[in-house]
């Protein structure tokens, strides 16, 4: 059975009181997850400590990183790295977020650099794919996915792939007052399981999570994760807000 995940993704939001305070809130509503559901949150790195504290007790919580270094070590002023994470015991990082790839200039190879830096220090990525608003006008996102995953994910054997987590981002649906429908998230979803199926085998496709992360709020939430391809959802400003989240999470199938 897939996993059924709500990520929050705070971005650069919060300071440490107000981070402790929504995690505290969240908390609080005493989710009862079931075996296959996981809420992660993927936090600023100065709360990675204190949100795995606040979360030990928890059973399926954990904490992720937004993001890490290509490299494992070396003269890389502000930079974090895989082993540091692990050092940390995080157990889930972001990987390629359509932010990274855009203000950052993060490409497949950067993007493949990081995900094998990660599995090798048992960290599981999140890794975000997506197409911009003219690759969606010119219909053709599907091939433009498809090099995402080729370029940083085939190279991964099929056990590899197991421990990966993957958020599809309708980038042209974030910000610019377009809305992806339900069918179009499933459509999408469902061509990304189709890809890993033609490369790895439908076994090994149906394992892996997929979220959604075109703009998941309370109100669409449980819509968006009764597709059949949609395992939960990386949720960007809705994670800031205790009441939303929660509700979120409840969304989960």
């Known amino acids: 059975m897939r996993k059924q995940i709500a990520a929050a993704n705070w971005k650069m939001n919060l300071t440490y009181p107000q981070a402790e305070n929504l995690l505290t809130d ?3 509503a005493n989710a009862d997850l079931k075996e296959n559901q996981q809420v992660v949150f993927a936090v600023p790195s100065p709360y990675l400590t204190m949100t795995n504290g606040l979360l030990a007790q928890k059973d399926n919580y954990f ?3 937004q993001n890490c270094f290509n490299k494992k070590s070396g003269a890389y002023t502000g930079e974090i790295s895989a082993e540091m994470l692990h050092s940390l015991d995080i157990e889930f990082c972001v990987i390629g977020h359509s932010e990274r790839r855009e203000y950052f200039g993060e490409d497949g190879k950067m993007l493949a650099e990081k995900i094998d830096l990660c599995l090798e ?8 794919c997506g197409e911009p608003l003219p690759i969606r006008e ?3 996102q599907n091939d433009y996915v498809e090099t ?4 940083s994910l085939f190279h991964l054997t099929a056990d590899q792939l197991d421990n990966i987590v993957i958020a599809y981002e309708p980038i042209w649906a974030i910000g610019t007052g377009k809305t992806a429908t339900t069918g179009q998230a499933q459509e999408m979803h469902a061509f990304l399981r189709y890809t890993l199926a033609n490369q790895y085998g439908a076994n090994v496709a149906d394992l892996i999570s997929i979220l959604y992360g075109g703009s998941v709020k309370a109100g669409n939430a449980k819509e968006l994760f009764s597709c059949a391809d949609v395992d939960g959802g990386l949720v960007g400003g809705a994670s800031l807000i205790a009441a939303d989240f929660i509700q979120i999470i409840h969304s989960l199938k």
Request: hydrophobic share 50%; proline share 5%; charged share 15%.
């Open 63 to 65: 904490t992720a990183a």
């Open 138 to 140: 010119a219909n053709t």
């Open 148 to 151: 995402q995953l080729k370029e």
């Open 121 to 128: 220090f048992d960290i599981t990525p999140i890794f975000c």
């Open 26 to 28: 969240v908390l609080n």
